[in-house]
Nanobody, 115 residues
Framework: QVQLVESGGGLVQPGGSLRLSCTAS????????MVWFRQAPGKERELVAI??????NYADSVKGRFTLARDNAKNTVDLQMNSLKPEDTAVYYC??????????WGKGTLVTVSS
């Protein structure tokens, strides 16, 4: 059984910052990737940032503002979000790919950017 727990969401004003955290626990011997997605109201889920052994990639909409930080020893992945915009409002989901390709999702954490 693998579990993902996200935290750090909330209400922030435009231009502000938030840091999301995701911790993976359970039985696995390898995490291949740790990824953040988001889903805004009425929109499809979209990739925000992906952390793999070779590096990190970001959606164009968040480049320069968001930073993914992966801690392999702790099985955590954080998403530092700066210069937040109202269009960043969404439920943010953490997902991991483990072992031979199994994928697990967290339940999501809501980020609201509003004045």
């Amino acid at each position: 059984q693998v579990q993902l727990v996200e935290s750090g969401g909330g209400l922030v004003q435009p231009g502000g910052s938030l840091r999301l955290s995701c911790t993976a626990s359970g039985s696995f011997f390898r995490i291949n990737s740790m990824v953040w997605f988001r889903q805004a109201p009425g929109k499809e889920r979209e990739l925000v940032a992906i952390g793999i052994s070779g590096g990190t990639n970001y959606a164009d909409s968040v480049k320069g503002r968001f930073t993914l930080a992966r801690d392999n020893a702790k099985n955590t992945v954080d998403l530092q979000m700066n210069s937040l915009k109202p269009e960043d409002t969404a439920v943010y989901y953490c997902t991991i790919n483990i072992n031979f390709g199994q994928r697990y999702w967290g339940k999501g954490t809501l980020v609201t950017v509003s004045s």
